[in-house]
């Protein structure tokens, strides 16, 4: 990858819009800061970039290499080269471990990956992240603690060597010690072709990774784009700054309570037919 | 394997009976034993403290009834990957006795299974893991019940299904706690995905309790493919149909941890691939 850009992307999830025209431009061996406050668009960003089917883009564009990838399947996407930790990794229960590691790895060769070395990689890569062997017969995430999801997190992004790696609170859940093995292993994967686009409400995580920009997202735009001295100020005087210096009203979070349903117990009952259009 | 209608085998001693043929359980037989498809009805009972595993391949529109004395053990398979019809077993449980049964259907017919439980005495258990598919045309029902008689006893169960095309299948699974049957416990859970725009689902875990001092939880769920799951193994790469169908295998593959048999555990593992 040489470059990513998005330009004016707006995005809505349930009717309600998220990003309200957000526009930035990611090079190649960049790793990039994206910081902000809860609820104003970070994850949805990253979760577009991937091809989310939850969030509908309304306008704009994202153009990898020139090529605007909106149009693209999420598993073209992550064929191009991106790919996304995310915050909460999804248990898919019943689907081993390592089956899923080889279907990913074989899904980015011509040719399937031999039995041998794809146990070798995966030795690699999960003693690097100090995962033990065992936790490859084990169902995808079922059943695995905070830290330990993100850590399979990061051994997928080992194994499938994007050239764009997005990582949403990969630091959350984890210890001191998970946070440095995360680190040395972004840290180790770093080059002039990867770009890193890292998403973070902690110095700490930053310190160790060394971005190179930081952007910050705030009411679903990116109002400050700039070198990493940002990540110092944010985190020692928070965001309201940006509110005085930019003139920017900031918007608290939006607490609201899940919907409850009143039903019948333990039976459930469907005549699927086609749902009316 | 041997065979219970045709081979002799030490310790299983067979007799006619009123209904059918009656085979006892002398003692503990290590090996599995397979028992066939046949015309007459046919009872099983295992004496006190034997252990058996026994598998059965083919279904068998005659009655079957399974006796299990003090502390005997039935591990019991099913597979059913071609015949179909209606069947009937019942299982009579007696004090600290045990029956596991795991059944795999993946058969292209239509189907009826009617299977009763009864826990007759104090810390009996049974467990009931079924993986089901439904394709085509067919029609699958599947009718469980655990009836709790006695305190301390124990039964699971758990299906799970797949339905697609015109197909239709159906759970009902009914765990009774008769008044007396103090601090017994009953859980069930009953999942379908649904593939196809004309396939019908129908999943009814149902308890009935008489009695207050016991524990007893039961779970529906019956949807299409979640797409949360979908995403995520999309977005390492996999196409749309290859990880709709690792979602799958991992919803019916589970059922072979409770398959004994190793020759018959590669055959369900075939028949899941071969016919999702």
Known sequence: MDTLIFRNLHVSVDGKEILKGVNG???????????????????????????????????GEILLDGKNILSMHVDERSKN??????????????????????????????????????????????????????????????GFSGGEKK?????????????????????????????????????????????????????????????????????????LDGDPSLIERIDHEGYEWIQDELGIQIKKEEMTMNSTSIGTCGVKESLNRKEEK | ???????????????KSKKGIL????????????????????????????????????????????????????HHNFLSFCEGGEEQREILLYRNACWEAAYADFSFTSHTLNINCILEEEGAKGFFHLSGLGRKETKKVFNINFIH??????????????????????????SFIQQGAKKSKAAQIAKIMIFDPKCQA??????????????????AAEGKINEEHLFYLMSRGLKEDEAKRLITLGY????????FDDEAKEEVRKNIMERI
């Open chain 2, 202 to 219: 129908s999943a009814s875990p149902i308890l009935k309790i008489d009695e207050n001092d016991v524990l007893a939880s039961h779970a």
């Open chain 1, 151 to 223: 850590r399979n997190e990061i051994l997928q992004m080992m194994l499938l060597k994007p050239s764009l790696a997005m990582l949403d609170e990969i630091d959350s859940g984890l210890d001191v010690d998970a946070l440095t093995m995360v680190s040395q292993a972004i840290e180790e994967m770093k080059d002039a072709k990867r770009s890193f686009f890292v998403v973070s409400h902690y110095a700490r995580l930053y310190h160790l990774i060394h971005p190179t920009r930081a952007m910050v997202m705030i009411n679903g735009k990116i109002v």
């Open chain 2, 252 to 259: 019916l593959n589970p059922i072979t941890t409770f398959i």
């Open chain 2, 1 to 15: 394997m041997k065979n219970l209608l045709k081979d002799s085998i030490l310790n299983i001693k067979k007799e």
């Open chain 2, 23 to 74: 085979f006892s359980v002398l003692k503990t037989i290590d090996e599995p034993i397979f028992l066939p498809s046949f015309d007459e009805e046919i009872e099983i009972l295992l004496e006190k403290n034997v252990s058996l595993h026994l598998l059965e391949r083919e279904t068998s529109e005659k009655k079957r009834s399974y006796r299990l004395k003090e502390g005997a053990v039935l």
């Open chain 2, 149 to 174: 008689k006695a305190p301390n006893t124990e039964s699971i169960m758990e299906n799970y299904g797949v339905v697609r095309e015109n197909s239709s299948l159906s759970f009902i699974g009914t």
């Open chain 1, 81 to 142: 080269g991106i790919f996304l930790a995310m915050q909460y990794p999804s248990e898919v229960p019943g689907v081993v471990n390592a089956d899923f590691l080889k279907a990913a790895m074989n899904a980015h060769r011509e040719e399937p990956i031999k039995l041998f070395e794809f146990y070798k990689e995966m030795e690699k890569a999960s003693s690097k992240m100090s995962i033990p062997m065992d936790m490859a017969t084990r169902y995808l995430n079922e």
């Open chain 1, 25 to 59: 431009t990611i090079h190649a061996g960049e790793t990039i800061a994206l910081l902000g406050p809860n609820g104003h668009g970070k994850s949805t960003l990253l979760s577009v970039i991937m091809g989310n089917p939850k969030y509908r883009v309304t306008d």
